[in-house]
Each structure stands twice: as structure tokens, then as C-alpha cells.
DNA sequence: CGAGTAGTTGATCCGAGTCAATCGTCGTGG
DNA sequence: CCACGACGATTGACTCGGATCAACTACTCG
């Protein structure tokens, strides 16, 4: 139900990167047409995760990086006491696991949030492709330097932000990579729990609760359950920064897929 | 005030990577004789910066990343209001400027703490080595990976744990750096601010002062300004691990749906 | 239908931020 | 050599954002 918006069709586990939607986006792009063929024989596609099911967890020992297709992912790790920790969440044409590449296992877990497709790409096979493939080690290298520079944003984020820039933040955020895949940006579903997003900010879900219910009274946005409307995008961004971040904000979001 | 050009090509500082005492911690370990020589070849070392200069400023143009040799760096960004935000605290053997690969320029500013010697790598020669030794590339993929590990763990201490947990865990990890370069564990110094520290973990630095105050009432610290005793190492662990941070979780726990 | 779970709403509490005063140390100049 | 100012650190008083606790509602699914 909640998935209607995010999924594609049945057929297109067998493609070829050649004729994926995905190929301007993801680890292949700006590979040539010799290139994306090597790269394509190391590439692994399987059946579709279903909600719930696991596509690797924390310790299980590594062997492949992976590439959200179609659907989404959630990566986290579970602690001692069964709390959990959300690192975030994966959209398609995101690269999951490399945080796991250092240590022979997974750091951290991954599970489907919905009916998920993924593009497997066994890692010691790759790294050797890289060897071959300059633009291929490149890009690796940048999608990896992308994703520090993520993370110290999100660090910015928790270290000093409130609830609702948090928030105001996360919902831009979704919207983005909504709309990077052709989908609305300002009506789209959110795939998660509201104690999910709230984990994932470091707040209560009951805060998330009453942020939903207030930005909806103050007309910027209009929730049904998960399916939310931005009605004041002008309004959102100003509170996802108020005095400004940085100068050029939120650009490494865009910067896998724009075009250099 | 401004240091833009204080990188100057002396060739004075011949210390070869081969007898340097950071060779087995830093991007050059588990190169062959051969390897090492010819990374070698396109290092660049030269004067050490003073405390309060900077190694490169956010948005420079992005040429080199950076090995610090001794002394200590602070990696951060300044915001459009002129509040300041710390990513991290470098010691040496670690690795600079990573997070600027993807976009052409520096995403933060790196400032020396103290007198300090670096290690510039240019970065298109570096990119090109990777591709004649393939264990350059892997340890950069390595390094890239345990930064990205490493920011996670930082967004979970900012999220979830509290103001002592927090400074506990800072304590701990400046400890083990420290003792990695073959200093004391237990009693060493901390080149930043209390100011700084307080950014650093998201918090106030009057929280940092009262913090210091009571582990040093509580015996487990000894502290004089920024000369740290470590009196109570079992206590700090303690504290900055209260129920476990995350486990070598075994499959066992099972919870909603899973296995594939 | 009924049970279980996710989400919402209200009431209360507490950790850490903020503001403000004071202290100590250092560096400068008379 | 001391007086002075500047700045960092400490300490106390107060405030407030968001966590926690506790009902309650609304779906979903069997």
C-alpha cells in the first residue's frame, strides 16, 4: 500500500545496467560502454527482499558491497541492551556497506523496509575491477568521500540543532532523494516509523508526533499517516536552516548525480 | 591572518617514509620496499605549521590530502553566522581532507593546535599510484571505510548518549590515540580548548568545566588545566560503555521477521 | 470482532543550556 | 616589577526543550 509510489516493475531485476533508470545515478555511472560491461559481469541481482527481510547483519562476515535498486533499506546497529541505532535510511541508486570494508564484517545491519530490489557486488571481485577501471576506483573513492562528508553534516546536525531544524532537515532530505528518482517532491510516502525517523534524529517519537501535528497545523505540511504533502517548502527550508548552514548546503547530497 | 601559501617546497625535510616511526599506522603500512619508494616519490614534506595556521581553508580548491607527522590538527567548518562546528581532533599517522575528494574543494578547514609536520600527498598523483599498486588502493578504501565506521559511532554518541557519557568516550579515544604514539595512556595532554572540546561533543563549555570538576572530586580523573590523569581507567570504561556500546551480536536475538 | 501495535496527546520532570559573576593566568606596557 | 586588561576556566542560579510516563485512539491483521 505504502509502496505503490516506490516500486518498479517485476521485470527489471534481469536488466542489464545498460538500460537501468539508475545508471546516472549509481557506483556505474560515468563508465563507458566497454567499461559498464565488465562491470556489469561481476554485478549480481537476485529476488526481491520483502519487509523485514534482512539483507546482511552486524558481524556477519563481509563479502559484498550492495546497491539499492528499487524500494529502501534501513541500516543500523542493535545494542548490548536490544536498543538500536539508526544510521539511515537507503533510497535507490545508494551504496550500501561501505562502512563495513575495514573490518572482514559488517558493522552494521540492513533491512528491507519494503519489497526491495538490490544489485550485489562482490567485493574482492570489485576491487580488482578497479584496478582495471581508473573511473571505477575513482568514483569508488568519491561516493566514499561523499559519504564522510554526509556523515559530518548529519554530526553538525545532532551536535547542534533542535527537534524541528532536525526534522524540517530529514524532511528535505527525503524529499530530495524522492525526487531524484523521478517521483513528486513535495507528495510523496515516508517508508518508516515515526519511532524510526526519531531514532534516526536522536528525538522521541512522541517529539516527532507533535512536530508532525504542529507543522501540519501551521499549514507547511499535510500528513495522512505516512503520506505527507509539503504545502510550505519555503517555510520548511527556513527552518532547516535558519542563519544558514555553510555555504553550500546540502550539496553533497546532489553531487552522485549531478552531472560534472 | 591569512596563510593560504604556507606550503613551501623545502626540500629540507628528506625523513623518508622508510625509517619514519609512523610507518606501520599511516596510508604507507603494508607497502613493499619497492611500493614505499615509489609513494615516496610523491610526498611532499616541509616547514611545520605554527599553532593557529592553517593546512587549507574550506572551499580552497582541493589538491592534496594530509598526513599529520606530529603535533595536531582540527578539522572543522564555519557557518554563515560565524559559529563554528569541530569534525575532529588529528593526531599522528591519521589521514586528512578525505572528505573533500568528491567536490573539488575543501569541505572543512583544517587548523594546526600546535607545531605541526605534514605529510602532503598530491591527490591526482595518489589516485594515479593507486592504480600501479593495488595496495595503496585497498588501504585508502580501508581508511575511507573506517572514517565512515568511525563518523557513525560519533553520530550514535551524539545521539543517544548523554553529557558524561559523551566526555567519557572523548577521553578514551584521546587516550588510546595518544598511547598508539607510543605515549602514556594515563596521563598526557590535551591540545584543545574546553571550548573546543564542547563543540567537539555537542555541548556547553561550562558542562565540559563542571564535568572535569566532578571526575576530578570523584577520583577518577587527576586534572591540572589541560594536563589529564587518568586515576581511574575501569571507571571511565565504565562510564563510557554503560550497558555495552554495541556487541559482537550473535544471531540469536530473534526479532521480528527475518533470515533469508 | 478482539488483540496487538503504531501513533497521538497531555502532564510532569530533569539534564544541560544560558546568563552572570568571579577567579586565575598570561602577556603587555608603564 | 607591578598594574592592567584580556581571555579561558570555573562556579552558581535559573530556564527550558525535549524525554519520560501515562492514557487514549486508530489501524491492522488474524
Redesign the interface.
Known amino acids: 500500500m505504502d509502496n505503490r509510489h516506490n516500486i518498479v516493475n517485476l521485470k527489471t531485476y534481469q536488466a542489464s545496467c545498460t538500460n537501468c533508470n539508475l545508471k546516472d545515478f549509481c557506483l556505474a555511472s560515468h563508465l563507458d560502454v566497454m567499461e559498464l560491461e565488465q562491470f556489469e559481469r561481476i554485478v549480481e541481482r537476485s529476488q526481491p527482499?520483502q519487509?523485514?527481510?534482512?539483507?546482511y547483519?552486524?558481524?556477519d562476515k563481509f563479502h559484498n558491497i550492495y546497491i539499492v535498486k528499487s524500494g529502501s533499506i534501513k541500516n543500523y546497529?542493535?545494542?548490548?541492551?536490544?536498543?538500536e541505532?539508526i544510521?539511515g535510511f537507503y533510497l535507490p541508486g545508494e551504496l550500501l556497506a561501505?562502512?563495513?570494508?575495514?573490518?572482514g564484517e559488517y558493522?552494521?545491519s540492513a533491512i528491507a523496509q519494503q519489497t526491495t530490489y538490490i544489485c550485489k557486488i562482490p567485493y574482492p571481485s570489485f576491487?580488482r575491477l578497479?584496478?582495471q577501471i581508473?573511473h571505477l576506483?575513482?568514483k569508488?573513492?568519491?561516493?566514499?568521500?561523499?559519504?564522510?562528508?554526509e556523515?559530518?553534516n548529519?554530526?553538525?546536525l545532532?551536535?547542534?540543532r533542535n527537534s524541528e531544524e532536525r526534522f524540517a532537515v530529514f524532511l528535505l532530505n527525503q524529499s530530495d532523494q524522492i525526487g531524484k528518482n523521478g517521483y513528486s517532491k513535495n507528495v510523496f510516502y515516508l517508508s518508516m516509523a515515526r519511532q524510526d525517523i526519531a531514532?534516526y534524529?536522536?528525538l522521541a517519537c512522541e517529539t516527532i508526533s507533535r512536530l508532525f501535528t504542529r507543522f501540519n497545523n501551521e499549514g507547511i505540511l499535510q500528513v495522512k499517516k505516512k503520506l505527507i504533502r509539503i504545502r510550505d517548502q519555503k517555510r520548511l527550508m527556513a527552518i532547516a536552516s535558519p542563519?544558514?548552514?555553510?555555504?553550500?548546503q546540502t550539496?553533497?547530497r546532489s553531487?552522485l548525480n549531478s552531472e560534472s
Chains 1, 2 share one sequence.
Open positions: 527482499l519487509r523485514g527481510q534482512h539483507l547483519r552486524q558481524s546497529i542493535t545494542m548490548q541492551d536490544g536498543a541505532c544510521f561501505l562502512d563495513s570494508i575495514a573490518k558493522a552494521s576491487e578497479c584496478q581508473p576506483q575513482e569508488l573513492f568519491q561516493i566514499a568521500a561523499s559519504k564522510i562528508a556523515a559530518y548529519r554530526q553538525l545532532l551536535a547542534q531514532n534524529l536522536g542563519t544558514g548552514l555553510y555555504p553550500v550539496a553533497y553531487e
